[in-house]
């Protein structure tokens, strides 16, 4: 009889998986991870020359995704777009409804999907794995936001980029590396690479 499938070096489990499993414990975490994209949005810092300010809630998309896996970080980051989009003033600054960063939501949504999926496969166990992935959904993020921005304000394609991505880059390489923090110690905490 093999031992080598022991669970705790098993993959195809995210964080949220270790809690007991039932519709209840799925339907607080989506709307925990909602509210917490909300409440991270209103960490927000203005660019000089940029309608889409530094905010946490990048940082938390991707978390949300991660923790939860692509079904539920998905389902999280739906119902973050679609009580913002009726009235919630929970984007950045408190704002609601479409405005010219949208698109960065939309892409968060596809980001905490992407992000979701690659924990499901052992991505968040080890810190430059983690910062792959946080890479990865960022440039997700961005992939939707940036046209986004151009088309919503009639940027050119490169002023949507000066305005829109250079300056988060640095902000974003934080970010990851708080990520490439708090991930891998979570698993070694609760025993499971």
Do not use: C, E
């Not at 923090?181 to 979570?186: C, E, F, N, S």
């Amino acid at each position: 009889m093999s031992t080598a499938a022991a669970p705790s070096t098993r993959t195809g489990l995210v964080l949220a998986d270790l809690l007991p499993a039932s519709r209840v414990r799925d339907t607080a975490l989506v709307l925990g991870g909602a509210a917490l994209t909300g409440l991270a949005a209103q960490i927000a810092v203005p660019v000089p020359g940029s309608p889409v300010p530094v905010t946490g809630q990048t940082f938390a998309a991707l978390l949300v995704g991660t923790a939860l896996g692509a079904g539920r970080g998905l389902a999280s980051l739906a119902v973050y777009a679609l009580a913002g989009l009726a009235g919630v003033p929970w984007f950045a600054n408190g704002s609601h409804g479409i405005g010219a960063s949208f698109g960065y939501i939309l892409g968060m949504l596809l980001a905490a999907a992407a992000v979701g999926a690659l924990a499901r496969r052992g991505a968040d166990r080890s810190v430059w794995r983690t910062a792959g992935t946080m890479a990865l959904g960022s440039a997700v993020i961005y992939a939707v936001g940036v046209p986004y921005l151009a088309l919503s304000t009639g940027m050119s394609a490169s002023a949507a980029i000066a305005a829109g991505l250079t300056p988060f880059l640095v902000g974003d390489a934080l970010k990851a590396a708080l990520a490439m923090g708090v991930l891998p110690t979570a698993w070694k905490f609760v025993g499971r690479r």
